[in-house]
């Protein structure tokens, strides 16, 4: 079955910089385009990132542009997020999905804490 | 940037009941429109994909509606799992953005 694990998440002061795994497995990972999605606390969903397939595309929502970093390794079945120059807004539960039909989000990792804080 | 829209944010109902949730688009979304059900503490579930079809899986108490700009989702009869947050999701934008509502609780009576 499909499975997904994120790691990587802690606490990082602001301006810092961390990243994120999530190790795929249950499918065949080559095939499928990844996102990152994250949910502040007691907020809702917010769409950060997506990969095509292949890593050749990626796609960033305005708010992490220029700060966060979405690359996929087919020969390990991980994808990554390399955030920089945190915020005290980027503060959330990260979540990997699994990409069915271009952006309907089949699969879901049970998400990794990020707190960003002094 | 699509927007999109949900109502209500919070909802109480009972077990048995028929409710209804609606999304709205700010744009058309033709029917490139999802919904997820989240529990607390848990990751979200795809449940419908394309407006109106059933994701492997989930029952067919659960069922969408809609395109353009107008979307709903219905579940014909609560049943005591079903108390969680509902999310929309508009899956249409080039290049990708792809965003939520800001979701709807749906509570116990």
């Known amino acids: 079955q499909v499975q997904l694990v994120e790691s990587g998440g802690g606490v990082v002061q602001p301006g810092g910089s961390l990243r994120l795994s999530c190790a795929a497995s249950?499918?065949?990972?080559?095939?499928?385009?990844m996102h990152w999605v994250r949910q502040a606390p007691g907020k809702g969903l917010e769409w950060v990132a997506f990969?095509?397939?292949?890593?050749?595309?990626?796609f960033y929502a305005d708010s992490v542009k220029g700060r966060f970093t979405i690359s996929k390794d087919n020969s390990r079945n991980t994808v990554f997020l390399q955030m920089h120059s945190l915020k005290a807004e980027d503060t959330a539960v990260y979540y990997c999905?699994?990409?069915?039909?271009?952006?309907?989000?089949?699969?879901w990792g049970q998400g990794t804490l990020v707190t960003v804080s002094s | 940037d699509i927007q999109m829209t949900q109502s209500p944010s919070s909802l109480s109902a009972s077990v048995g009941d028929r409710v209804t949730i609606t999304c709205r688009a700010s744009?058309?979304?033709?029917?490139?429109l999802n919904w997820y059900q989240q529990k607390p503490g848990k990751a979200p579930k795809l449940l419908i994909y394309?407006?109106?079809s059933l994701q492997s899986g989930v029952p067919s108490r659960f069922s969408g509606s809609g395109s353009g700009t107008d979307f709903t989702l219905t579940i014909s009869s609560l049943q005591p799992e079903d108390f969680a947050t509902y999310y929309c999701?508009?899956?249409?934008?080039?290049?990708?953005?792809?965003?939520f509502g800001q979701g709807t609780k749906l509570e116990i009576k």
């Open positions: 990969i095509w397939f292949d890593g050749n595309n990626k």
């Open positions: 999905a699994k990409d069915v039909d271009t952006g309907d989000l089949d699969h």
């Open positions: 394309g407006a109106s």
């Open positions: 249950g499918f065949s990972f080559s095939t499928y385009g």
């Open positions: 744009q058309s979304i033709s029917s490139d």
């Open positions: 999701q508009q899956s249409y934008s080039i290049p990708p953005a792809y965003s």
